[in-house]
């Protein structure tokens, strides 16, 4: 693997303790190596299959329904104040 | 049986062998168990992971509003490994035990809902969940019916994603006939699901001709149990009987398989992992002294994501970025294109491939814990390559291996489902 662990981390917004950051350092590597096999893959003019279905394009009714009510959306968190959520300070 | 039996038996059975993560006690309707990654209003709804403890859906998923249309009613939440993230059901805190030998594991991801089918005396289907394969392991290991439809045949929305591309809610169940008429409920378009555009499900007539069965001499080659590698050959002897005829197929793109399912996995899911930050719902930490938005979100990720989920996102994070991108995902999404038509030149010379669902019996906790992250993922392969082709499969019983359950893989192609429940019942289950 190419990077270090810690910048991964770093990008997933991810804490890791030390014991973290030592097992997945040595696991990573031999994990990605496997998957390089697929560079032998006879992929030229393949195109890539994001699904693997053909999907059409579907529309429904442009008309309004009704929504999780104010509090429904709410109920799940600790962090609220006057009918909003709250989150952490910016910096 | 009442309700009140089915709930007291389930309370019991759980006592034994863990199934549930979360009991709830419904006073009426046909009590159905559902995979915990399933919302349900009222019910918690962890996808056996930490971050999500607490969480109580305000809504019902697709298909539980339509299986309660039909007089169902939510029993508990089955035990899964963290998010779907494994093969044994053993990546999470409640692990579910194989009620055929409690030392050994009953499969996963699903693990939950297969255990609960085999052990339970009433329940006739539960309600799973497959990325990779998380319906047909556990069905295989614990001796049931495991049905996973074609993706996009039944609604994934109030599903705990793991990876859109892959995820489909299926069914675990007693015989194909009960797997069938769970999905007559659960399948067909949903306006909230834009990728499910399958249409509704019709329990199929008898079988009234004789199957091609194509087994490709790729998966064959691998290693599988020589045990379990007899119940098959005895398994294709038995279709023989039945007059159908046997011949080997080829997928060439098998070997790239096992590696573009798991990088298009990983980094699908490192995608819908990036939600969970402690601020809306589940698992969290005080706002005070949590430091800044990156600080907090990365603490509360740091403390309740299990070991596997952060292996996960890491990996699903390096496989998408910047130079990376092209080599792992990018080549992954083409492996996927080799593999569907790989799939498409050999259904041209049959109508069903049969496989080996696992290629081994259930483990023991013992021999999973000596496992690495990479041979886990190698324990999917056979299972795999359906999955990533969105081919609707079928795991039935076909005997027994140093006493426990093996499984046989149906497969058929893209929106043959009823095809598979009419093979499945002429076989036997």
């Known amino acids: 693997m190419n990077e270090p662990i810690d910048k991964l981390a770093r990008i997933a917004r991810l804490n890791l303790t030390k014991e973290e950051r030592e097992l997945f350092a040595k696991q990573l590597g031999s994990i990605l190596e496997a998957f390089s096999i697929l560079a032998k893959a006879p992929t030229k003019g393949v195109e890539p299959a994001l699904h693997p279905v053909a999907l059409q394009p579907v529309r429904r009714e442009d008309k309004a329904k009704p929504g999780l009510k104010h509090e429904q959306a709410l109920a799940n968190t600790q962090h609220k104040e006057e009918g909003f959520f709250k989150g952490p300070k910016v910096k | ?429």
């Not at chain 2, 005895?234 to 011949?247: P, Y």
């Not at chain 2, 290629?359 to 013992?366: E, G, N, S, V």
Request: with cysteine; proline share 5%.
């Open chain 2, 1 to 429: 049986m009442s309700t009140a039996d089915i709930v007291q038996e389930a309370q019991e059975l759980n006592k034994k062998f863990s199934f549930f993560i979360t009991l709830a006690d419904p006073k009426d309707g046909i009590p159905v168990a559902v995979k915990d990654n399933i919302c349900t209003q009222g019910i918690q709804t962890t996808a056996g992971s930490k971050i999500l403890q607490g969480y109580v859906p305000p809504f019902d998923a697709t298909v539980i509003s339509r299986l309660k249309a039909k007089g169902y009613s939510v029993l508990g939440k089955t035990a899964m490994d963290e998010f779907g993230f494994g093969t044994f059901s053993a990546n999470t805190s409640v692990i579910p035990k194989n009620p055929h030998d409690p030392k050994r594991c009953c499969g996963g991801s699903s693990g939950g809902s297969a255990g609960y089918i085999a052990a339970s005396k009433h329940a006739r289907f539960a309600l799973a969940q497959s990325t990779g394969g998380s319906i047909s392991a556990p069905a295989a290991f614990c001796g049931v019916v495991g049905f996973t439809p074609t993706y996009g045949r039944v609604s994934r929305y109030g599903l705990v994603d793991y990876a859109n591309s892959l995820d489909k809610i299926g069914v675990i169940a007693k015989t194909v006939r009960d797997a069938a008429e769970a999905m007559g409920i659960i399948a067909g378009k949903d306006e909230h699901d834009e990728t499910c555009q399958g249409e509704p499900f019709t329990i199929p007539a008898k079988l009234a001709k004789k199957l091609t069965i194509g087994v490709p001499k790729e998966w064959l080659a691998q290693k599988i149990d020589p045990e379990v590698r007899k119940q098959f050959d005895a398994a294709l002897e038995q279709c023989k009987k039945l007059g159908w005829t046997v011949k080997d197929v080829s997928i060439p793109s098998t070997d790239y398989a096992l590696s573009a399912y798991y990088v298009i996995a990983l980094a699908e899911a490192s995608t819908n992992l990036a939600k969970y930050c402690g601020l809306r719902y589940g698992a969290t930490i005080q706002l005070e002294g949590g430091g800044d938005y990156t600080a907090f979100f990365s603490k509360v990720r740091g403390e309740f994501f299990g070991q596997e989920a952060k292996r996960r996102i890491l990996l699903g994070t390096y496989v998408r970025m910047a130079g990376y991108r092209d080599k792992y995902y990018g080549q992954a999404l083409k492996v996927r294109q080799l593999l569907l038509n790989d799939f498409a030149k050999a259904f041209r010379g049959c109508d069903i491939i049969a496989a080996p669902t696992m290629p081994i019996i259930a483990p023991t906790f013992d021999d999973i814990a000596k496992l690495s992250p990479l041979e886990e993922y190698a324990m999917d392969t056979l299972t795999v390559p359906a999955n990533l082709a969105g081919l609707p499969h079928l795991s039935v019983p076909c005997g027994r291996a140093k006493g426990m359950p093996v499984g046989l893989h149906f497969i058929a192609p893209q929106g043959k489902d009823e095809l598979l429940v009419q093979a499945g019942e002429a076989y036997g289950a």
